[in-house]
């Protein structure tokens, strides 16, 4: 068997980018939530906000670091694996990635000193401001970052010479016309994420009837940003995928599984798109709502996929259904949100039980969304790297297959130690619970025993056994 | 405009690449020298001296990748598959010792992994960068502007001695950042452990310097040529001079060794810079070929000269934030 170059490295790519784009999803929602406690804890002076914000700090910086280093190895892939790809459209890529390291990256990960070693070196004020610089560092990378990636799927202000991308005009480049919708809809995911998981861990803490105080807190921060942002989440995507129709209208045709473009469009809840036969096996579906949605009327019509040749088209599968998940997901947690301010409303919160355990054991759907929404947006991008531009087949690096092969057996073998251990070792931060030394005396804080005794209670109480 | 642009950004990236070195360097240096520890509490004393900085440290390296894709694309696409498995493997190596700095203070049972995860990965890091480092000066096969060699061509005698020239350089820097920012043991071990370590970098930049010029003709001309010579003697001159005071303050101050180790880190790179200048890739790619289009150089190098002394202000603002010695059970854990 000769191992496939191309594939080899859309693997290792994949992988890579997935793992990583989980750790920004939250940081970016988490540092952001630490920034609101402490403004708020400034402003009250309610201690417990500050132990809340001293516990996710702790969260944050496990997942922060995880998503540093995972990111380094981003920005070397271009270079290891799609050399070709930095050739081509460097000179418009470049300087956005560049942009993103010296606007964002060292903003968060200098402050991130102060954020998790300042309590006692700065004033309140000053560590709040560290807060903050590290809350709009985490944004201003996602702005850079949504930036480059909305290029490479919509590409505007640049020309092409001899094969080669030159820019033309950078604010069309930076502002191309997927981004208004890309970085929205991204900002708003991760801040969703994170929204869900502090709601999940006040449901956790509720149930075993430990610290009260703070998961009222967290509950009803979480909900009330569920809420808020879920519906507009759905808004914001709707929006995104009629600029989608717009400018990639094979991947809204790969996404709805919608082959031929002269009829109008039903919306398919389920099928197998089959690329052989050009048609859906065991389809369900809604005459006419395709049309509705995408097009704004009865008869409305929007190309097939049929209108593609072939070796045009985008991978069927992946953004069919990775689509249905995300937006299965995402109407789930718009629901959880509003239907958790009705119980807030009634005051009935805390004792619906169902609902708590429902949320307790929902903290990763958020994650699955995400990444689910970039396996939509990357494959259905396929079989351009840059759209239009250049081909992924073409981005490639002249490296052999063994050699891709073993670094990705590397990254998998590394990535799932550190994943696995990361998760076990954040869900035994989360049994800890907000206690630590804001309530107890400093030489708590001594690194060498940070599992008191305090942890193992903590973990019986939530799982029944201690500990390891 | 044409001509200023590469060098400007050479310049630029050369500079990113110091600090990186420097700053990462004795991170990295505190982690090799990691094993010598004694104890639980020695090591967090060793880990709490760099655990606020190794982020903003570990930037460089990403501003150092980054800004060579920016300003050199032509030279960023030989480089990495040209290097693809240290590369890589270097990338991994510093995954695994990023994620000991956190996973260390929750671990348990599992505590003496993470110990060694993070000797490890810093160590193997730092090998890595002296493989490609070598590697790089050794020269890249090239042809029609893309690398045209095999996977192991950075397998060389030379590389490996570059290897663990630079580990035995960052451990110098480590164990100097240790002299300065801890006590007791832990200075008086790194104390120990820095004359040693001075002697062995001193001998492996006498070996470069000697080889270098012998295997390779361009390099033998830059420095031994007239008027080249006239200009250039001073490079080893103050390397000695620096090299035989640090020997000395070692034993004694706090702050200069650290600081005088940094100087021949700094002196070592200028040298090779000298060797190599104008190869981004030798023996075939200069700055010039290699460089993005003006357009793309000249709109990065406007935020550059808004945002870098920016970061440089506020990585300055950190280091004295945390200055002194390291403080028992400080920290957020």
Not at chain 1, 72 to 79: E, H, P
Not at chain 1, 343 to 366: D, E, H, P
Not at chain 1, 390 to 412: C, G, K, N
Request: aromatic share 14%; charged share 10%; proline share 6%.
């Amino acid at each position: 068997m000769s191992l496939d170059p191309e594939l080899l490295a859309r693997l290792q790519f994949a992988f890579t980018v997935s793992f990583h784009i989980i750790f920004p999803s939250f940081t970016i929602g988490t540092a952001a939530f630490i920034a609101t406690l402490l403004v708020r804890w400034i402003a009250t002076g309610q201690e417990h906000l500050r132990r809340l914000a001293q516990f996710w700090t702790k969260i944050f910086a496990v997942s922060f670091a995880m998503g540093v280093v995972s990111g380094l190895v981003l920005s070397y892939q271009f270079g290891t694996n799609w050399s070709r790809f930095s050739v081509v459209v460097g000179n418009v890529i470049g300087p956005m990635i560049g942009y993103e390291v010296l606007m964002a990256f060292f903003l968060e990960a200098t402050f991130l000193g102060v954020m998790l070693f300042g309590w006692q070196r700065v004033p309140p004020w000053l560590h709040v401001m560290a807060a903050i610089c590290v809350a709009v560092g985490t944004a201003l990378s996602a702005f850079w970052i949504l930036s480059a990636n909305s290029w490479m799927q919509t590409p505007t202000g640049h020309e092409v010479r001899n094969g080669i991308a030159y820019p033309l005009d950078w604010l069309t480049v930076i502002f191309n016309p997927s981004f208004f919708y890309r970085l929205p809809h991204m900002l708003t995911a991760a801040y969703l994420t994170t929204s869900l998981v502090v709601l999940a861990v006040g449901a956790r803490y509720i149930l075993a009837g430990r610290h009260q105080t703070e998961a009222r807190t967290m509950m009803h921060m979480g909900i009330g940003m569920l809420a808020i942002l879920g519906p507009l989440q759905i808004l914001i995507g709707d929006q995104h995928g009629l600029n989608t129709l717009k400018y990639q209208p094979a991947k809204i045709a790969a996404i709805e599984a919608h082959w031929d473009g002269s009829k109008p469009g039903e919306l398919v809840l389920f099928a197998w798109p089959d690329a052989k036969t050009e048609t859906n096996l065991f389809q369900i579906a809604i005459p006419h709502a395709g049309s509705l949605i995408l097009t704004h009327s009865f008869d409305g019509l929007y190309p097939g996929l049929k209108d593609f040749p072939p070796a045009d088209r985008p991978p069927l599968v992946l953004p069919f259904f990775a689509f249905r998940a995300m937006v299965g997901i995402g109407v789930l947690m718009a629901a959880a949100g509003l239907f958790g301010a009705w119980l807030w409303w009634r005051g009935t919160l805390l004792q619906t039980r169902w609902y708590l355990v429902m949320m307790a054991n929902a903290w990763w759907l958020g994650f699955v969304a995400v990444i689910c929404g970039w396996i939509v947006t990357e494959t259905g991008r396929q079989p351009w790297v840059a759209y239009g531009i250049l081909r992924t087949a073409d981005a490639l690096s002249p490296v052999s297959a063994a050699s891709i092969a073993t670094t990705l057996i590397l990254f998998i073998v590394v990535y799932t130690i550190v994943f696995a251990m990361g998760i076990y070792y954040i869900n035994r931060l989360i049994a800890k619970g907000p206690e630590g030394r804001a309530v107890a005396p400093p030489e708590l804080g001594t690194p060498a025993r940070p599992l008191s005794a305090n942890l193992e209670a903590g973990a019986e109480v939530l799982s029944g056994r201690p500990p390891g | 405009m044409e001509w200023y642009l590469p060098v400007i950004w050479a310049a630029l990236i050369g500079t990113a690449v110091a600090m990186y070195v420097i700053l990462d360097g004795f991170d990295l240096g505190v982690g090799i020298l990691f094993p010598y520890a004694r104890s639980e509490t020695e090591r967090d004393q060793m880990m709490n001296s760099v655990a606020p900085f190794w982020d903003g440290n570990e930037t460089w390296l990403v501003l150092g990748g980054g800004g060579l894709l920016v300003a050199f694309p032509g030279a960023y696409a030989v480089i990495m598959p040209a290097f693809y498995l240290p590369v890589i493997v270097m990338l991994l190596a510093l995954v695994l010792r990023g994620v000991a700095f956190e996973f260390r203070w929750v671990a348990a049972s599992s505590k003496p992994y993470w110990n060694a995860a993070f000797a490890f990965g810093s160590t193997l890091a730092a090998l890595c960068q002296g493989v490609i480092l070598g590697g790089l000066i050794e020269g890249v096969k090239v042809e029609n502007g893309a690398f045209a060699g095999g996977s192991f061509d950075w397998a060389t005698p030379f590389s490996l001695l570059c290897a663990l020239a630079v580990a035995s350089g960052y451990a110098l820097l480590g164990a100097t950042w240790l002299i300065l920012k801890t006590d007791a043991e832990v200075a008086a071990r790194a104390r120990a452990q820095a004359r040693p370590l001075l002697l062995a970098v001193l001998a492996f930049m006498a070996v470069v310097s000697l080889w270098t010029p012998i295997a390779f003709e361009r390099v033998a001309t830059r420095w031994f040529s007239i008027p080249n010579i006239l200009f250039l003697w001073p490079v080893p001159f103050v390397t000695a001079l620096i090299a035989y005071f640090n020997w000395r303050w070692i034993a004694e101050r706090e702050v200069l060794p650290f600081l005088a180790s940094i100087a021949l880190f700094l002196l070592g790179y200028l040298g090779l810079v000298i060797s190599v200048f104008p190869y981004l890739v030798p023996p075939t790619l200069t700055v010039w070929q290699t460089a993005a289009v003006p357009a793309s150089q000249v709109f990065m190098l406007l935020g550059t000269i808004g945002l870098l002394p920016l970061i440089l202000c506020y990585t300055g603002f950190v280091y004295w934030l945390f200055r002194g010695k390291v403080r028992e059970g400080e920290g957020y854990h």
